[in-house]
Nanobody, 120 residues
Framework: EVQLVESGGGLVQPGGSLSVSCAASGFTFSGYAMSWVRQAPGKGLEWVSR????????SYADSVKGRFTISRDNAKNMLYLQIDTLKPEDTAVYYCARVKVGSSRTYDYRGRGTQVTVSS
């Protein structure tokens, strides 16, 4: 059974930093590209970042470029998102998602998410 479990969310002041993690199990993690997506209150899902299966290729939404860093540890089956210079508009539930084979932004599994709140 595929499982994706996010952790590390919390309340952070604007300008602060946070790291969220995703523990993957039930599949060959190193064989799949992975993404982070987020959902702000009252809005739809927004793609945030993608990392290739091997970790050598990353991409980011314009809204987070330069502030977010995606990474993975295939030996530990872990996906990470380092979030710096947080803004109130980054407030959202952050989900890790497995990218469907053969696609770039279609997901076949998503975790339950972790809440990130940016507020003073």
């Amino acid at each position: 059974e595929v499982q994706l479990v996010e952790s590390g969310g919390g309340l952070v002041q604007p300008g602060g930093s946070l790291s969220v993690s995703c523990a993957a199990s039930g599949f060959t993690f190193s064989g799949y590209a992975m993404s982070w997506v987020r959902q702000a209150p009252g809005k739809g899902l927004e793609w945030v970042s993608r990392i290739s299966a091997g970790g050598g290729d990353t991409s980011y939404a314009d809204s987070v470029k330069g502030r977010f860093t995606i990474s993975r540890d295939n030996a530990k089956n872990m996906l990470y998102l380092q979030i710096d210079t947080l803004k109130p508009e980054d407030t959202a539930v952050y989900y890790c998602a497995r990218v469907k084979v053969g696609s770039s932004r279609t997901y076949d599994y998503r975790g339950r998410g972790t809440q990130v709140t940016v507020s003073s």
